[in-house]
């Protein structure tokens, strides 16, 4: 397990599968798709956005990140798992309906019922 501080992180993290461990002892873990370094009210932030889901986490200096190493053989960048897998969604078929009678002003009209007639 690579583990570094907040301050340390370079892209070579990017895709790779992540831990956060904020200064109040929280852990949020995620692929890291991207991430943002910024400053507010004069403090550093990094704002990391997830690859699975569009949300963000931000912290600050002090937070440690935990990289979990790559199994052997997988293919993808330094220490990430490669980008994810392409899932193609099953097949959608619509139900066979009967092609409709061409419209003409008869088709409008509805017979009344066998009983009326």
């Known amino acids: ?13 990017i895709d790779a599968a992540v831990e956060v461990i904020t200064p109040d002892g929280s852990t949020v873990g995620f692929r890291l798709s991207r991430y943002e370094r910024t400053t507010r009210d ?5 704002m990391l956005f997830s690859t699975e889901q569009p949300w963000r986490i ?11 190493p790559k199994p052997a053989g997988v293919p993808g960048p330094a220490g990430g798992f490669g980008p994810a897998p392409i899932v193609s969604p099953a097949p959608v078929t619509a139900p066979v309906t ?3 009678a061409p419209l003409s002003p008869q088709s409008w009209v509805i017979a009344p019922p066998a009983e009326q007639r």
Do not use: N, Q, S
């Open 1 to 13: 397990m690579d583990e570094r501080p907040i301050e340390d992180l370079t892209p070579e993290w």
């Open 42 to 46: 004069g403090e550093p932030l990094w």
């Open 58 to 68: 931000e912290v600050g200096a002090g937070a440690v990140l935990r990289r979990a």
């Open 98 to 100: 009967p092609t409709p």
